[in-house]
C-alpha cells in the first residue's frame, strides 16, 4: 500500500524553479498533523542528504546550509500534503528527491518512491 506519493519533478534551467509535493492520502488526518516530513536527496554517486524538514505539531523548520534562502518547505495538514519550492535552482541541486514521512503516533516511517530534479546548466 502507497503511503507516499511525490509529483513535481522535472527538468529545469539553472535559475528556474520547481515545486514538489508530497501526499500521504493514507493518513488519518489527526495522525498527519503530528507527522515529521523531511525532504532529503540523493544524486548520482552521492548518499542521500537532507534538503528540509518540517515538524508535524511545532511546525518546526530546518534547512540543509546548501538550500537555505533558495527552498521552502511548508505544509496543509487538511490536505495531508507538503510541499518543497525550489527557486534559483543550480545544477548541483539535480537528484532524486525523496520524501519521508515519520509519524508520532505509532513512530512509523514511510519514504515515497522519489521523483527526479534535474538542472541544467
Known amino acids: 500500500q502507497v503511503q507516499i506519493v511525490e509529483s513535481g519533478g522535472g527538468l529545469v534551467q539553472a535559475g528556474g524553479s520547481l515545486r514538489l509535493s508530497c501526499t500521504a492520502p493514507r493518513f488519518i488526518l489527526s495522525t498527519y498533523t503530528v507527522t515529521d516530513i523531511t525532504w532529503y536527496r540523493q544524486a548520482p554517486g552521492k548518499e542521500r542528504e537532507l534538503v528540509a524538514r518540517?515538524?508535524?505539531?511545532?511546525?518546526?523548520?530546518n534547512y540543509a546550509d546548501s538550500v537555505k534562502g533558495r527552498f521552502t518547505i511548508s505544509r496543509h495538514n487538511g490536505k495531508k500534503t507538503a510541499y518543497l519550492q525550489m527557486n534559483n535552482l543550480k545544477p548541483e541541486d539535480t537528484g532524486v528527491y525523496y520524501c519521508n514521512a515519520l509519524e508520532h503516533v505509532q513512530g512509523r516511517e514511510y519514504w515515497g518512491q522519489g521523483t527526479q530534479v534535474t538542472v541544467s546548466s
Open positions: 518540517i515538524t508535524g505539531a511545532g511546525g518546526s523548520i
